[in-house]
T-cell receptor, first 110, second 113 residues
Framework: TQLLEQSPQFLSIQEGENLTVYCNSS?????LQWYRQEPGEGPVLLVT???GGEVKKLKRLTFQFGDARKDSSLHITAAQPGDTGLYLC??????????WGAGTKLIIKP | NAGVTQTPKFRILKIGQSMTLQCAQD?????MYWYRQDPGMGLKLIYY???????DKGEVPNGYNVSRSTTEDFPLRLELAAPSQTSVYFC????????????FGPGTRLTVL
């Protein structure tokens, strides 16, 4: 069974602080996606990383795919209350299925 | 475009009852998925479909059935509901494969008592 482990499971920080969320596996993925989910809604895609070592930036969010394509990180600079949500990573294992992490619940306090 | 729509939004079932969760998408996507999300457990794939008339099991298919008679609709059927099926159910669709963006519906919160 392929697993994607996310850490930390829960993070509560003050507005303006920086944070990093990790997504790790012993398996190699062809690509990895990061989603954000708000309460009562479905996940929404933030970014897809495909190449080992790839770095993508989305405003204050920086996503990195590990060189071996087994892990990924999400770094948020100067977190804002609007960043609050559940962050999910998902690795592409086959053409039809994604392997999902359990998520990191992030709360940014004003 | 409405995207992916799901009905109902909430439902309470008694043990042994049956129901169908509806899902529709208007993006002409070939691929559709049903997931369940339990607290702290991430998303588990129940069934998926790669096109009308084609469905296949995901990671946790027991107790569920699906059909895909049209590109737009992908209903999920629960037969003989059990407390273990209490969860939030999400339908999603994507254009080509799982490496494409998956678009999710708002979810159905199901409680089995």
């Amino acid at each position: 069974t392929q697993l994607l482990e996310q850490s930390p499971q829960f993070l509560s920080i003050q507005e303006g602080e920086n944070l990093t969320v990790y997504c790790n596996s012993s398996s190699v993925f062809s690509s990895l996606q990061w989603y954000r989910q708000e309460p009562g809604e479905g996940p929404v895609l933030l970014v897809t990383v495909v190449t080992g070592g790839e770095v993508k930036k989305l405003k204050r969010l920086t996503f990195q795919f590990g060189d071996a394509r087994k892990d990924s990180s999400l770094h948020i600079t100067a977190a804002q209350p609007g960043d609050t949500g559940l962050y999910l990573c998902a690795g592409a294992h086959s053409n039809y299925q994604l392997i999902w992490g359990a998520g990191t619940k992030l709360i940014i306090k004003p | 475009n409405a995207g992916v729509t799901q009905t109902p939004k909430f439902r309470i079932l008694k043990i042994g009852q049956s129901m169908t969760l509806q899902c529709a998408q208007d993006m002409n996507h070939n691929y559709m998925y049903w997931y369940r999300q339990d607290p702290g457990m991430g998303l588990k794939l129940i069934y998926y479909s790669v096109g009308a008339g084609i469905t296949d099991k995901g990671e946790v298919p027991n107790g569920y059935n699906v059909s895909r008679s049209t590109t737009e609709d992908f209903p999920l059927r629960l037969e003989l509901a059990a407390p273990s099926q209490t969860s939030v159910y999400f339908c999603a669709s994507s254009y080509k494969t799982s490496t494409d963006t998956q678009y999710f519906g708002p979810g159905t919160r199901l409680t089995v008592l």
